[in-house]
T-cell receptor, first 114, second 116 residues
């Protein structure tokens, strides 16, 4: 596997379910990101992790719980979601440099909340 | 806080025609600027980026973009489009966050349709 992978690619869940999204990067990066892409809205940054430490939480509801056990893996644990949480969830990774860095994205998980 | 405006939600061009997608940004310092492309059901692929130096940057798939500080713009161009260029295009501006990790703010996106 190369680049950034995400599993599952599609997920349908009820509002009372608990599920997790997984992201893995094979690029040797140390920063990882979760974004939410809803219809008709710009991509929204949700969380940033750098060297496994969370450095940004963009006022995300607590029903979304991220976990970053190491620099290569990032999870998004989901519980008690709402239908408006249905979206494409994108993971990205980067190698931060003092002169700026570039984020590389995975293919996303299409989440549908019933 | 930084922001990005892509004025055109949807553009249609004929195959072989030239293309320009507009992007205007707002940011107080020197911006890091990006163009990404997204095909249906896919993630975002980096087309090109501007960090510093030459204001005309070349990217993949024959795309280029020009940074114009005076106009706060970073428009994407291609001299001759191909049917495979049909996709959604996103402009983004980055600012350094904590510990150097980039915080990207994206525009709304421009959907490109190619007429045969």
């Amino acid at each position: 596997e190369t680049g950034v992978t995400q599993t599952p690619r599609h997920l349908v869940m009820g509002m009372t379910n608990k599920k997790s999204l997984k992201c893995e990067q094979h690029l040797g990066h140390n920063a990882m990101y979760w974004y939410k892409q809803s219809a008709k809205k710009p991509l929204e940054l949700m969380f940033v992790y750098n060297f496994k430490e969370q450095t940004e939480n963009n006022s995300v509801p607590s029903r979304f719980s991220p976990e970053c056990p190491n620099s290569s893996h990032l999870f998004l644990h989901l519980h008690t979601l709402q239908p408006e949480d249905s979206a494409l969830y994108l993971c990205a990774s980067s190698l931060p440099l003092t002169g700026g860095d570039t984020q590389y994205f995975g293919p996303g998980t299409r989440l549908t909340v019933l | 806080a930084q922001s990005v405006t892509q004025p055109d939600i949807h553009i249609t061009v004929s195959e072989g025609a030239s293309l320009e997608l507009r992007c205007n940004y707002s940011y107080g310092a020197t911006p890091y600027l990006f163009w990404y492309v997204q095909s249906p059901g896919q993630g975002l692929q980096l087309l090109l980026k501007y960090f510093s130096g030459d204001t005309l940057v070349q990217g993949i798939k024959g795309f280029e973009a020009e940074f114009k500080r005076s106009q706060s713009s970073f428009n994407l161009r291609k001299p001759s489009v191909h049917w495979s260029d049909a996709a959604e295009y996103f402009c983004a501006v980055g600012a350094l966050g904590i510990q150097g990790a980039q915080k990207l703010v994206f525009g709304q996106g421009t959907r490109l349709t190619i007429n045969p």
